[in-house]
């Protein structure tokens, strides 16, 4: 028996190959733009994951550190160590700001890592070239994305860093990419101000009679000191020992020690299911209007496929071929149409990818439900067309 | 004549599809989650590194001379700058004297008449005793009566009494007429050792009360870095290492110097051990003091022993190890680590090896399921 839809495709292959490509970069944008939202979702858990923590300590009644300013005293770590079920206790803080190397600017999430060794909470988990931060001051390590190269000079406010180590995928949740500093500059960064700000506070204190006394010498050089002093980080990270569960470890810290602690679960729910919430229903949005479009378009593209061979199809009802063997042609047809422009969008998706100035995520999930997906609209889009095929008068053929 | 057409077009058909297919395939494999993660690897080796420790501080001067009036005055002049060079004894200003110089003339005119008295005194005396030896003789050949006798002796004691008197009055009077002088003297500002002005607080005709400093002037030779460096890379710092110091203003060039002292108070709310280090030569141009300086203090060399990159080292559930590389699959080895340097090598106390095979840059966390990829260079990262 032959392949009346092989025999078909053979004979316009062109035409139905470049529709099936045609539907493949539909298709391919339909993909992405799931792999954007995965990617969203997907920059929320790696900022989880690269912080290697399992409780975050922030200030009373935040959502910090990252969907919320928090401020927490710098010596807290000491006290939360000591609690039972701790194993580490890192300070940790994070700024997002525009960071300059040479002329360009590039923005980015400035991580204060606490002083200490390679695999301490915070600092970055894996590099893809250079080293770790080996100095109390002035080094950095980058995130390959922010196009910083190791040996290169940056400027963070008003000092100048090394970059000696690259990583990949170390970003915030909303996709800047971190460079990670020592602590105690990272902590002059986020709270100390520029040059100009120093000086008009310390001319206002000075012109403060409270405060510039001519009899207590000395009393104003302290006040100054105590204004420019800063001894805060936004967050501590806590490691836990493998026998405490979050919960046994976090409870004391919230009932004693007066403070918001988030277990990883909490912390994703507020990354995933408030941070990114609004951003991603607008991309789900625009993913149902994406897919619609395209079953519409797939819908069209059959039905016209069939519109343009009725003639035959009647000449091919006039000789006796059975409905079946006309609706089997047809649904052929469109699945094979649906394969091809899930290959062809599947490669235009991965290609598409990298060249995304966020992070697109593609799924082995997501091409499944898609494939499937594309093949059910297919096979729907052609029950329309195989209706008209079957109400097709035979006399057509000779009629015209 | 349709069998070739037809072929001709199945090939071509075929020449598309299977490109398409290949290119799919490729992409179902070689990206997303079921890709192969892109690793490098470093050999685990037996070498000596020398660590050292890297603090921040600012330049200060370790003695700092701050000259002014011992009396509360007026400033009459002041000869020295900010930034001019003294030497020792020099006369850098002084205060004004008031009435001083006036009861100096005073005094040596009191010493004067002072004189006068003493030479009327001396005269006297001499006559007194003139006559206390005439009389004596006249006594002895029973020329006078006794009792002028005893009135002359009397007289001459008198006389003595009254020259003794004067000339410790003169005595007294020099004295004083020193201590003005003394006072006249103090009243000039004098550096007590060579330096730099570093400060000049108050100008001529100021008031300033006593003790109050009018010039500060710090010893250039005894310039030092007040330097910090955190606890817990502080190990191994010693009196006498050498350091490099780099000030802020000049980054290109370092300066030799040492660890002069190690405080022993650290810094309890910054979590850092102080220590001054100091030049080894005085920096030219001498740097401001309170300028930053970065400071690298080199510790002695450490024997050989396994050296992994500190790139190498990972977090797998709360334990600090590595990936090796066993028969091309992974497994991850716990480690003790020793010493580190500043290049970022870490010596392993325990559990590796030389000669071990780990990984050292990984494009994603890895686990001992991974599929990995080696290469010599991770994509995206430039030579």
């Keep these: 028996m032959i392949s009346l839809a092989g025999r078909d495709i053979l004979h316009a292959w062109g035409k139905f190959i470049f529709t099936g490509i045609g539907l493949g970069l539909l298709i391919g944008v339909t ?60 300070n940790v803080t994070y700024l997002t700001m525009q960071v300059g190397r040479g002329q360009k600017d590039v923005r980015v999430m400035v991580v204060g890592i606490a002083a200490g060794e390679p695999g301490t909470s915070g600092w970055p988990p894996q590099l893809v070239a250079g080293r770790q931060i080996t100095r109390g001051h002035y080094e950095a390590v980058a995130d390959i994305a922010t196009g910083f190269r190791l040996g290169d000079e940056v400027n963070i406010r008003r000092n100048r860093y090394t970059v000696v180590g690259l990583t990949r995928r170390m970003v915030s949740s909303s996709g800047d990419p971190m460079v990670f500093i020592p602590l105690k500059d990272a902590q002059e960064a986020q709270f100390l101000k520029d040059n100009d700000a120093i000086l008009m506070q310390r001319r206002r204190t000075e012109a403060n009679r409270a405060f510039n006394r001519p009899a207590v010498p000395g009393l104003l050089d302290a006040v100054i000191a105590s204004q420019t002093s800063n001894n805060s980080v936004n967050a501590v990270l806590v490691r836990i020992q493998p026998e405490y569960s979050p919960r046994e470890v976090a409870e004391p810290i919230r009932r004693w020690k007066r403070l918001t602690v988030y277990d990883r679960a909490q912390m994703e729910e507020i990354l995933v299911g408030k941070l990114i919430a609004t951003s991603a229903r607008q991309i789900a949005m625009f993913l149902v209007i994406l897919a619609v479009v395209s079953a519409a378009i797939v819908a069209f593209i059959i039905y016209t ?44 998706a991965t290609f598409a990818a990298p060249l995304f100035p966020k992070y697109v995520l593609l799924t082995p999930i997501d091409s499944i439900l898609g494939f499937v997906a594309v093949l059910v609209i297919c096979v729907l889009a052609s029950i329309v067309a195989i209706r008209m095929a079957l109400k097709v008068d035979p006399a057509e053929a000779i009629g015209g | 004549m349709r069998f070739p057409r037809l072929q001709r077009q199945t090939l071509t058909l075929v020449a598309v599809i299977i490109p398409l297919l290949f290119l799919f395939i490729y992409v179902a494999l070689r990206s997303g989650p079921l890709a192969p993660i892109a690793v490098t690897v470093s050999t685990v ?122 000339r410790e009055d003169i005595v007294r009077l020099r004295a004083e007429l020193e201590a003005l002088r003394a006072q006249r003297g103090n009243l000039r500002l004098v550096a007590p050792v060579a330096g730099l002005v570093a400060v000049r607080d108050a100008d001529p005709g100021t008031t300033v009360v006593a003790g109050q400093a009018v010039v500060e002037v710090i010893d250039t030779a005894s310039l030092w870095v007040d330097t910090r460096f955190d606890q817990i890379s502080a190990e191994g710092l010693a009196t006498g290492r050498p350091a490099k110091i780099v000030l802020r203003s000049r980054r290109s060039q370092g300066v030799a110097g040492h660890v002069l002292r190690i405080e022993p108070r650290a810094d309890a709310v910054t979590e ?75 010596q392993v106390v325990k559990g590796l090896s030389v000669g071990e095979q780990v990984v050292l840059y990984s494009e994603k966390a890895l686990s001992a399921k991974s599929r990995i990829h080696i290469v010599e260079r991770l994509p995206g990262v430039t030579p």
């Excluded at chain 1, 910090?64 to 770590?77: C, M, T």
């Excluded at chain 2, 005085?282 to 203090?297: C, D, F, H, R």
């Design chain 2, 272 to 346: 850092e051990t102080l220590a001054k280090i100091a030049f080894d030569a005085p920096p030219v141009p001498l740097p401001p003091l309170g300028e930053l300086a970065e400071v690298t203090v080199q510790l002695g060399e450490l024997p050989a022993a396994p050296t992994i990159s500190n790139a190498a080292i990972r977090t797998v559930d709360g334990q600090r190890g590595v990936w090796t590389l066993v028969d091309g699959g992974l497994t991850f080895t716990p480690v003790v680590l020793g010493r580190s340097s500043l290049d970022g090598l870490v």
């Design chain 1, 31 to 90: 993909l992405t733009m799931a792999g954007v939202y995965r990617g969203m979702v997907d920059d929320g858990k790696v900022l989880l994951d690269n912080s290697g923590a399992n409780l975050w300590v922030v200030q009373k009644d935040t959502l910090g550190p990252y969907a919320e300013s928090s401020s927490i005293p710098d010596d807290l770590w000491r006290s939360i160590r000591t609690l039972p079920g701790v194993a580490e206790a890192a």
């Design chain 2, 45 to 166: 080796e037996s070498r000596p590194i020398a660590p050292a420790l890297a603090g921040m501080g600012t330049v200060q001067a370790r003695f700092t001379y701050k000259i002014g009036p011992t009396v509360a005055g007026r400033v009459k002049r002041l000869d020295v700058h900010v930034g001019d060079t003294v030497k020792a004894g020099q006369v850098l200003g002084e205060m004004d004297a008031v009435d001083l110089d006036d009861r100096i003339s005073a005094q040596q005119a009191a010493i004067k008449s002072s004189e006068a008295t003493l030479r009327q005194a001396a005269a006297k005396e001499a006559f007194a005793q003139t006559q206390a030896s005439r009389y004596e003789q006249l006594l002895s050949v029973r020329g006078t009566s006794e009792e002028t006798v005893v009135t002359k002796r009397q007289e001459l004691a008198v006389a003595s009494a009254v020259l003794a008197a004067s």
């Design chain 1, 305 to 348: 496929l069939t519109m343009d061979k009725i003639r035959e199809i009647a000449v091919l009802k006039l000789i006796g071929t059975r409905n079946r063997t006309i609706a089997g042609m047809i649904l052929q047809q469109a699945l094979v149409l649906g394969v091809i422009g899930f290959v062809v969008g599947k490669i235009t």
